[in-house]
């Protein structure tokens, strides 16, 4: 099982990216993936959450009403977009799955499988 985050980069306040988390090694609709982001001196935060069996989601408080996870299940992807950023959300992101029940998600200990992150840096 594995997992490889990618899209991250430099953008100012209020623009938008799109992070992609390709999954390989298994079927992703068995599957809740999950984006957490880690800011320097910060702990790890989760941000939003799709069970693939069904496409519930969930999304942390702070980037509510600005991000929107989806999935390709074709391309066994599961994407982040992120609108209207803010300096605040600078942070390494990972993307990350279990089998966990989904009142568990946002447990980050929960998780098994982790990508290598991406940088996302918001700052004019």
């Known amino acids: 099982v594995q997992l490889q985050a990618s899209g991250g980069g430099l953008v100012q306040p209020g623009g938008s990216l799109r992070l992609s988390c390709s999954v390989s090694?298994?079927?992703?609709?068995?599957?809740?993936v999950a984006w957490f982001r880690q800011a320097p001196g910060k702990e790890r935060e989760g941000v939003s959450y799709?069970?693939?069996?069904?496409?519930?989601?969930g999304y942390g408080d702070s980037v509510k009403g600005r991000f929107a996870i989806s999935k390709d299940g074709a391309k066994n992807t599961v994407y982040l977009q992120m609108n209207s950023l803010e300096t605040e959300d600078t942070a390494i992101y990972y993307c990350?799955?279990?089998?966990?029940?989904?009142?568990?998600?946002?447990?980050?200990?929960?998780?098994?499988?982790w990508g290598q992150g991406t940088l996302v840096t918001v700052s004019s």
């Open positions: 990350a799955a279990t089998k966990a029940p989904w009142r568990y998600v946002r447990i980050a200990s929960r998780y098994p499988y």
């Open positions: 090694g298994y079927t992703l609709k068995y599957y809740v």
């Open positions: 799709i069970n693939n069996a069904d496409d519930t989601s």
